[in-house]
């Protein structure tokens, strides 16, 4: 039994939706399979965008609602079968509960809202994509993640309940997979439910962690996750067009990577796979005949430098008001202030006089802390910076990363450099 996972940008449009079905016809051969799916495209971002609007501005909701439905019509019509009407039932039915949720007032919770609404993007893909195939001929069990990924009511970033959601998962995709029904069950990427059936969400790129739950719950004989690159790379050929592919790492510096921010792969994903020692693939989508990268037990051969750029990052420096040493009482203070507003520290540096963190810059979230932070600390903040980690750097490599950047905060080990740069 295996696990695959195709995310959002694999299936961003019929041509993908195609790929997906030869890739699964090509590989079930009587498998037992989890396919686990990502919203279409940038689904996920358009759905932050209805929920904003849904708080702050209600007149642009018809329009951001009528993109999201004409992106997965778009999809329906593309795929050019004899009778679409059972895909097209099935969305509008999905629809008209996102219009009802949306007709109503907000919560007042922001955290509790966007959970409810952006899980709509990962039910309206697998809803698709799984009746696709059933018309196609590979039949296909569709599976509410909602109601098999139990978590507790921290929204956005649900922590699993392991033993409820394991046993959930092995009574219904268990019994799927293993009574026959079916040799393949989809299921929904990013998202889980608690036990009054809220939705929650798991963090942004949660998809390849609901992968790595699946195949830890049902002794997966491994992980693929389907990506738009040949396959783990040492550097975003966004700024690095000649990144290398990584063949093969280990679990420990896949986690090291995922916890600095490399895109591939999730942070909290390899901890269940290295537990069971489940190997995990990154393959390109389009060419599935690729070998990829593999991360799994195994020691790497060589260490190839690694680059992780984090853009649109804030850098804040706290002082006490009275210009006296930051103590052990003022961290517990600031920290206290940072998880209360659930902001996830980069990087984080000390002086006598000052602290400061380097974090993602969410606006909301940024100028909440800023203004609990300024009632007993002065605060200052940079805007628009980098964040640039470099894992198995050199000093020439540092030298030509940073040229003509202003270096803010810099900071080594014997095995990574962090940078702070404008």
Same mark, same amino acid.
């Given at each position: ?25 090509? =590989? ?9 799916? +990502? ?33 997965? =019509?778009?999809?329906?019509?593309? $795929? ?16 008209? &509960? $996102? ?55 921290? =929204?956005?970033?649900? #922590?699993?309940?392991?033993? &409820? ?13 293993? &009574? ?52 783990? $790379? ?48 990154? #393959? ?66 000390? +002086?006598?006089?000052?602290? +400061? ?11 909440? $802390? ?9 605060? #200052? =903040? ?16 540092? +030298? #030509? ?22």
């Amino acid at each position: 039994m295996k696990v695959y996972k195709f995310g959002g940008a694999s299936v961003k449009n019929a041509d993908g939706v195609r790929n997906l079905e030869r890739i699964l016809k090509n =590989y079930t051969g009587g498998e037992k399979l989890v396919v686990v799916i +990502s919203a279409i495209g940038k689904t996920t971002n358009l759905l932050e965008q209805v929920l904003d609007a849904f708080y702050y501005d209600k007149s642009q909701m018809p329009d951001l609602v009528a993109r999201l439905r004409e992106n997965h =019509y778009t999809i329906v019509r593309e $795929l050019e079968l004899d009778d679409n009407s059972l895909i097209m039932n099935k969305l509008n039915g999905i629809f008209e &509960e $996102l219009d009802e949720l949306l007709s109503g007032p907000h919560s007042g919770n922001f955290d509790y809202d966007y959970d409810r609404v952006v899980s709509f993007g990962e039910i309206l893909s697998t809803t698709l994509i799984s009746t696709y195939l059933n018309l196609k001929g590979i039949k296909n069990e569709w599976a509410d993640a909602r109601l098999l990924i139990r978590t507790d009511h921290n =929204y956005r970033e649900g #922590k699993v309940d392991w033993d &409820e959601s394991a046993r959930l998962i092995q009574e219904k995709v268990g019994k799927i997979l293993f &009574e026959n029904i079916a040799d393949i069950v989809i299921s929904q990427g990013f998202i889980g439910g608690t036990e009054e059936m809220l939705p929650t969400t798991l963090g942004r790129e949660g998809s390849d962690y609901s992968a790595a739950i699946f195949a830890y719950v049902l002794n997966a004989e491994s992980v693929t996750i389907w990506k738009d690159v040949p396959g783990l $790379l040492n550097a975003d050929p966004k700024f690095f067009p000649d990144a290398v592919k990584l063949d093969q790492i280990s679990y420990e510096e896949a986690i090291e990577l995922a916890y600095y921010g490399a895109s591939v792969i999730h942070p909290k994903t390899l901890k269940p796979l290295q537990n069971k020692q489940i190997p995990l693939y990154v #393959k390109p989508f389009m060419h599935p005949e690729e070998s990829g990268s593999r991360i799994d037990a195994g020691k790497m051969k060589k260490h190839v430098p690694c680059y992780i750029f984090k853009t649109n990052q804030v850098l804040i420096s706290i002082y006490p008001k009275d210009f006296s040493f930051i103590a052990v009482e003022n961290l517990d203070e600031i920290f206290a202030v940072i998880s209360k507003n659930k902001i996830k520290i980069n990087l984080m540096q000390n +002086s006598a006089l000052s602290f +400061s963190i380097c974090c993602d810059n969410k606006v909301h979230k940024i100028e909440r $802390l800023i203004k609990d932070l300024s009632v007993k600390y002065r605060v #200052k =903040y940079n805007l628009n910076i980098e964040l640039i980690t470099i894992r198995h750097y050199t000093d020439d490599i540092v +030298s #030509k990363v940073v040229a003509k950047k202003d270096v803010l905060v810099e900071q080594r080990s014997r095995a990574t450099v962090q940078l702070v740069t404008m």
